[in-house]
């Protein structure tokens, strides 16, 4: 079995999509490609960042079987994927709420929980209301009691719907409004999420010590990057605090801090001593590593934390503007990297790509109007024109709420998924209600079959004949290139045509080209290059724009089929 995956003979870069339990699709699809690929670039958000860091340490440890280790975790999550989410001690009766009833729809169950965890609360309301009920019947009969003990049972509901309500708002800020914090629990025989991920991290790199114990530190960044080759690692998170994404390992700035009280609730002892490693404690906070030496199993957990199910991860930043001389930390909580990327294929993406960047999407089902086969997964290749997206259809107020949601967070992932060029390399998995996402008691046949879809996507992105006539349509690298070159020439076109009327010429007054002829002489902000290296700048930009203006008079990009109409747009955003 080993041998399958030894001698690769091309290259390729991955991204997955998050979905909680949906991840469990991915093991089998990377498996699949593993045989035929090195993994260069991997990345991906919440669970795609959990099966992003499983996929680098795989190839990281390729020479010694990290790939049939990856192999085992379809099994292993048949039988222990509930037992990944351990709730922190203080939120068990509210986990075990969200389990029973939001969850399992099992509402009796739910509603127990409930009345035990507030039993003092439903006893002295209920003989309120009993009391409420004999008042009424004294004084007004039959009639009257029976208004009375209804109105006393109303107000039992409320008095312990109050209480529930009120211990939830109170506990969540305490557990960085998440009930699970990744480490395992007391009482606990099966490991918590971090500490599986750390376990596995290192098993599949391939760094275990013989007798299974861990190594002296976590597998880095720094070391996937240096392996040989090259290895590049990728997870989103969302910085709550600042409203925005950030791509790790890199925050983007030195001026982040951990303090070891809260991130010992996340990680074992051995992934916080990592963490620490020579830094000197201040005043209880220690600076966050830097990106090569950030252990991966942080990264990840800190791209899945699934907004109350599973804790934010608090870090601190010197407040520079504080009276005190900038002394005061305050915390940012960072939050699923789904929030603000769910499928970032963005990642590892270049204009005109010498290698194939794969996408694995995790969507949902929706049953086939017209009777058309049963299909599962699908990769559109031969989609050469038009439009190509999913729609949703609207039946219940939660329903549309989370749709509200998905459009406002993922309308970008969304838009980019269907231009050709880029969705002809996405692989998409369609998922029903009771499968993946936040079904963390599924039963075993259920996630057996999510895994075969995973292994069905990666013969797809392999350009293999597809094992089921309704997949249809494998990966053809070349025609992805040849889509890639027209919708590039399309956009550099269109950027360079309209810059060049904006630029217009040195002569003509009021022009860009014009003021910029004459700033340059004495910019007022970064002035500190030479006047010959602003001419020079000044010069190149101008002979860009000589050709735009060529391009002007006879515009290839509006040539009848020769270039996909739904072509991009360059322009000057962000990194993140």
Known sequence: ?????????????????????????????????????????????????????????????????????????????????????????????????????????????????????????????????????????????????????????????????????????????????????????????????????????????????????????????????????????????????????????????????????????????????????????????????????????????????????????????????????????????????GLSSNFPIHLFDSVLPSRPTFGIALDEYVEPADGSPDRRVRLPMKLASGRWQNSRAYTSVPSFLMGLLDAAKDWQDNLQVEMIGYRERIAHVYLKDDEGGLNLTMPADRINELVEFGERAGTLLVGDVPQRPEDRFPFDFDEHRWRRFLMAYAAIEEALTAAADDWGHVGQAGSFAAFIDAYKANPGSYNHSSMKWRQEAFNRMDELMALGRTWQSQPLRHTTKAVPRSQPRLKIAPRF
């Open 1 to 337: 079995m080993a041998d399958d995956y030894q001698n690769p003979t091309q290259e390729c870069d991955v991204v997955m999509k998050g979905g909680i339990t949906s991840g469990i699709v991915y093991p089998k699809a990377v498996l699949t490609l593993a045989r035929q690929y090195r993994f260069r670039d991997v990345g991906g958000a919440s669970a795609g960042a959990i099966a992003a860091a499983i996929t680098a340490s795989a190839e990281y440890g390729r020479d010694s079987g990290g790939f049939d280790k990856l192999a085992k975790i379809p099994d292993d999550m048949s039988t222990s994927l509930a037992t990944l989410f351990q709730p922190d001690p203080r939120g068990a009766a509210l986990y075990g709420l969200l389990v029973d009833g939001i969850l399992d729809k099992r509402w009796g169950r739910a509603i127990g929980r409930v009345v035990r965890q507030h039993w003092l609360v439903a006893l002295v309301s209920m003989v309120v209301a009993v009391a409420v009920a004999i008042w009424s019947c004294l004084g007004g009969g039959f009639i009257a009691f029976l208004t009375g003990g209804l109105l006393g049972l109303i107000g039992v509901v409320v008095a312990i719907t109050v209480a529930f309500a009120s211990h939830a708002m109170a506990l969540l800020p305490e557990l960085n409004f998440g009930l699970c914090p990744g480490r395992t629990q007391p009482g606990q025989k099966q490991p918590a999420l971090s500490d599986w991920l750390a376990r596995t991290i290192e098993d599949c790199a391939g760094r275990l010590a013989a007798n299974g114990g861990l190594p002296e530190r976590p597998l880095t960044f720094g070391d996937l990057e240096t392996h040989s080759p090259p290895i590049r690692l990728r997870a989103m998170t969302t910085n709550l605090g600042l409203r925005r994404p950030h791509t790790l390992p890199d925050l983007g700035s030195r001026n982040f801090f951990f303090r070891v009280e809260d991130f010992s609730r996340l990680f074992s002892d051995w992934v916080v001593k990592a963490m620490i490693g020579d830094a000197e404690e201040r005043n209880g906070f220690y600076p966050f590593p830097a990106p090569e030496k950030l252990p991966v199993v942080v990264a990840v957990r800190m791209s899945l934390s699934f907004p109350l199910l599973i804790s934010a991860v608090p870090l601190y930043r010197r407040d520079f503007a504080d009276n005190e001389g900038g002394q005061s930390m305050e915390m940012m909580l960072f939050s699923d990297g």
